[in-house]
């Protein structure tokens, strides 16, 4: 138990007593607790030499400074997480590069390529890959071959073998031959939207809207 340091004399005035034990305390003090201070000063002092006008403004100079600063650090940390990596000012930075995401949806970069990633939890003898339309035709097979267990990349440039351009759209990714444990897809960020309700900013791709901790990797 905390023993005051302060004793009163025959006329009930505070004094200092050097021999008492003192407990840890707070390590800070508020503004409640300069207004307290202040308070027990005015009521403890020596009516024959009563506080001067000057220090008292002194004093309250000090607790309006203490208040002002512990707001303006409020603030301050307010700054610092509307800041932090998941807000508008890094994602911004990601605009314009591709980003890996789970999807078994493929859609063109700038350049009309498809390009993914599967993960195979076994090694596989003969992987193959199609591509999918909308209504359901196969507008590429991509043979992988024999695959060992882990990541396995695939891409394909949207041309057929004519060497004309005709993946424009976004596909469905069908796995063959390996049951993988992942299936993912690069997809070009368009924008960054930033909620009006202070929210992790969206990545837009045309793949959809991801937080910049979805992307398994960057390009």
């Known amino acids: 138990m905390t023993t005051a340091t302060y004793t009163t ?16 305390g707070k390590s800070t003090m508020g503004q409640a607790d300069f207004l307290r201070l202040l308070t027990t000063q005015m009521q403890t002092q020596d009516p024959f030499d ?5 220090e008292m403004v002194s004093q309250m100079a000090t607790i309006t400074n203490s208040s002002g600063i512990a707001e303006m650090n409020t603030t301050l940390q307010s700054i610092k997480q509307e ?22 949806i493929a859609v063109p970069d700038a350049s009309g390529f498809y390009a993914g990633q ?14 999918v339309d909308g209504s359901g035709k ?15 990349t695939f891409y394909w440039d949207g041309k057929n073998d004519a060497g004309e351009t005709v993946g424009t759209s976004a596909l469905q990714v069908k796995v063959n031959g ?23 900013s969206k ?12 992307a ?3 390009a």
């Open 9 to 24: 004399d025959s006329v009930g005035l505070p004094v200092y007593n050097p021999n008492a034990n003192v407990g840890t």
């Open 50 to 54: 009563p506080v001067d006008n000057a």
């Open 83 to 104: 800041l932090t990596g998941s807000r508008l000012g890094d994602a911004a930075s990601w605009i314009g590069k591709s980003m890996l995401v789970k999807s078994n």
């Open 118 to 131: 599967l993960t195979l939890p076994a090694d596989a003898k003969a992987v193959s890959i199609d591509l």
């Open 138 to 152: 196969t507008v590429k097979t991509i043979d992988l071959g024999a695959q060992p267990k882990g990541d396995v």
């Open 178 to 200: 390996a049951a993988p444990s992942q299936v993912a897809t690069w997809a070009t960020v368009a924008a960054v939207q930033s909620p009006a309700d202070g929210s992790a």
């Open 203 to 214: 990545l837009i791709t045309a793949l959809g809207s991801y937080s910049p901790s979805d």
């Open 216 to 218: 398994l990797k960057l």
